[in-house]
């Protein structure tokens, strides 16, 4: 990994860090293209709803693919995110096209996303 990757990386780090002090948020984590956990990861004390290690790595999988999709950039403009809502959490997706990852983030129920999507711009806007 270059020097710069890393330094990148160390920032991603500490935002999702910045993400997982907000209350609603219980994971905050970056996700390779090849759908791994590379960073970030559970808050302190929570316990994932997908306690199975392969379920869970299916699951970034998933993520990481849809997040890159591209297929309808051209006509209707790059991906922002994708949420989902579910009965005991909302998951919510942010990709990174030029470094290929994904911010991937799983929040309680009561979740307000378009709030969720201006702090994530505002905590990502400046890593560099």
Do not use: H, W
């Amino acid at each position: 990994m270059s020097e710069q990757n890393e330094s990148s990386f160390q920032l991603y780090d500490e935002k999702c860090k910045i993400l997982l002090k907000e209350p609603e948020i219980r994971f905050a984590g970056i996700i390779n293209k090849e759908g791994q956990l590379v960073l970030g990861g559970f808050k302190e004390g929570i316990t994932p709803y997908e306690n199975d290690e392969t379920k869970l790595q299916a699951f970034y999988n998933f993520v990481s693919k849809a997040s890159i999709r591209k297929e309808f950039d051209q006509s209707l403009g790059p991906i922002n995110y994708i949420a989902a809502r579910r009965d005991k959490a909302v998951l919510v997706s942010f990709p990174f096209p030029i470094s290929q990852i994904a911010l991937l983030i799983s929040a309680e129920p009561n979740l307000n996303i378009e709030n969720l999507a201006k702090k994530v711009v505002e905590i990502f806007t400046n890593v560099k």
